[in-house]
């Protein structure tokens, strides 16, 4: 296979760079100098695109890619990759998911500890030395609080599963309503904000999605209320939930995701009821393993004629 052009995106895991370089013909998008004499020399022997959850393949980068064959995302969310126009051109596409599940759930929790808790907030009491001239502030229980999930896929099923582990009554909103599940099911997001004290964003991001968490919705949290973003940036209407934090409509947000990843809204900076991580749900070292053999067993099992492991076109 060392003669198969396979395009990377961006740098996304040392271990799946190395990898692919040791099977395919590798080139690494970021290192080009010019993209159009690299196009120029190289788009036709190119039969795989590896993107990840910052860049996938639009319709410009497809079309620009006569010979492509398959997309492979070392990522389970694919709101960066044209699933049209791949499908419309033959093109397969392959995501991670199941692999990543428990450890972005995980984090969900984490998450809601970190903002009820306040644990960054009082590790940096104990780190500026303030805890030798009085005691830290109460915070607020999460056992028994209900949860709220948007979207009752692999992850908010694994968020419901432990929130469960914490006495914690579930609800839920989806398109349509899960035959199989005991949770309780709302049929507008509004109505569940209404209804739960920790709304937790886990829905894949589509066109029906985008900004699904509004002002409306905001309100409706209310100023007791906590929103968790482990699913992707432009799910929420940033500037309104920035303006609702500062002005203490809602009453805390703990985020994995932002609208203009790497950038976050500066505002954030200074609120102590915010924890703000840099979309880590899926990083660590053994997820992010299992992610890049899945893109590689994808990859293989294409151009071995063999049934792709994880297809979605
Ligand atoms: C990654 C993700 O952060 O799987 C997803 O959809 O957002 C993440 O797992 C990313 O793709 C790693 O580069």
Not at 16 to 37: A, C, D, G
Request: contains cysteine; charged residues 25%.
């Amino acid at each position: 296979m060392e003669s198969i052009g396979v395009l990377m995106l961006c740098p996304m895991n040392p271990y799946l760079e190395q990898e692919l370089q040791r099977r395919f013909n590798l080139f690494r998008l970021w290192t080009v100098p010019q993209m159009s004499q690299f196009l120029k020399d190289h788009s036709a022997s190119i039969r795989a695109v590896v993107g990840n959850a910052s860049a996938g393949a639009d319709a410009e980068l497809i079309n620009t890619l006569p010979g492509l064959e398959i997309v492979s995302s070392f990522s389970v969310g694919v709101d960066k990759i044209d699933l049209d126009k791949c499908k419309e051109k033959g093109i397969r596409v392959t995501n991670t998911p199941d692999v990543l599940t428990e450890d972005v759930a995980d984090l969900a929790i984490g998450l809601i500890l970190a903002v009820l808790r306040r644990l960054c907030e009082s590790d940096r009491y104990v780190r500026s030395g303030k805890w030798k001239k009085g005691d830290f502030r109460l915070s607020t229980k999460f056992t028994g609080k209900t949860v709220g999930i948007i979207g009752l896929g692999r992850i908010g099923m694994a968020v419901a599963k432990r929130a469960e582990a914490f006495s914690c009554p579930i609800c839920y909103y989806s398109r349509r309503e899960k035959p199989d599940t005991k949770y309780t099911y709302y049929p507008s997001v509004v109505e569940l904000a209404g209804n739960c004290q920790i709304l937790v964003v886990a829905c894949p991001l589509t066109e029906e999605t985008r900004h699904i968490i509004n002002r409306e919705v905001i309100d409706a949290l209310g100023p007791k209320g906590v929103l968790i973003n482990i699913g992707r940036g432009p799910h929420v209407d940033e500037p309104e939930l920035v303006s609702a934090l500062v002005e203490g409509r809602l009453g805390g947000a703990g985020l994995d995701v932002y609208e203009n990843e790497p950038q976050v809204p500066e505002e954030l900076f200074g609120l102590e009821n915010v924890v703000l991580l840099p979309h880590v749900g899926s990083g660590t070292v053994e997820t992010r393993m299992a992610m890049a053999d899945l893109v590689i067993g994808n990859l293989e099992a294409h151009f071995l004629n063999k049934p792709l492991l994880t297809p979605l076109v």
